[in-house]
């Protein structure tokens, strides 16, 4: 095959990722060949049967390093970001990653003349008090800034099998004998399917979206954090009260935990910070069809798949008697 009639070529930062393993398939199902560009190409080597042999191929990148992402990008005629942190450790912080990192992801498309679409996320603000919603709010800003045409999606919880939601809350049901509701267990949250979230990305690698707008990903359902929670008791087969904990005390429970080195915090004063308002699609983003059902996708109900991966958490596993909890 010639250089010319090579099906073309898109870049996936964060393509190893919860989300950007799924965009990878999803492009690759679509014919593109795909350059994922990861900070460890030496951990990412599950994702080459994704693809036919050369189909897939992985580099260094690092966005807090210009150089890297020019370099990653090079070439291409499409450009995915779909790396995001939900805490700050060392030099990996909110600002360095996901706004700088945004932004330098930006201006390497524009350079490369590529097409770019952007994952955020749904509470992306830059009057946040939620210094992660902040610096997603300042990326989108400069994003658009430099890349008018730019398809941004902004999901509410995204779960699937290697979620850090529902696996995280089931890991937690299974060790501890109550579990957290934080503000009482009110906020709301439209949890979205990561391959819905992956369908969406290839429609705007696709052009199928308009681009230059922000859409809004959700399910469809909308869920309480209780609510969450009680999925997670029913589908583990665990009887564990929930305990209500006041924004003011899982705020220092959550400064705390992020003063301990070498462990992932269950929880952050920020992460607290944005349970403080609902994570749903607005009316606006509905109104405009700015959303899955717009796009021309059927959003994937929530229990039609959490059972799937949530059953490890079971007592024994996929021979728990549904009925007893243990």
Known sequence: MSVSNLPPLVTVFGGSGFVGRHVVRSLVKRGYRIRVAVRRPDLAGFLLPYGYVGQIALVQANLRYRYSVDRAVEGASFVVNCVGILFESGRNSFNAVQDFGGRAVAEAARA?????VHVSAIGADRDSDSSYAQSKGRAEAAILDTVPDAVILRP????GPEDSFFNK???????????PLIGGG???FQPVYVEDVAK????????VIPGGR?????????????????????????????ISLPFPIASMIGSVASLIPLIK?????????????DNVVSEEAIRDGRTLEGMGIRPTH?????????????????FTNSGKAA
Request: net charge positive; charged share 20%; aromatic share 8%.
């Open 265 to 277: 915090p269950p929880i952050t004063s920020d992460q607290v910070a944005l349970l403080k308002k």
């Open 214 to 242: 922000i859409y809004e990903l959700g399910g469809p359902e909308v869920l309480t954090f209780r609510e969450c929670m009680e999925i997670v008791l029913r589908t583990t087969a665990r009887k564990r009260p929930l």
């Open 302 to 318: 929530l229990t039609s798949v959490v059972p799937s991966y949530l059953v490890q958490y079971r007592p024994q596993g996929q």
């Open 112 to 116: 490369a003349g590529a097409k770019l």
């Open 169 to 179: 809350f089931a890991g937690m049901a299974k060790m501890f004998p109550a579990l």
């Open 186 to 188: 009110k906020t709301k």
């Open 156 to 159: 509410s919880i995204v779960f």
């Open 200 to 207: 969406a990305v290839a429609l705007g690698v696709d052009g």
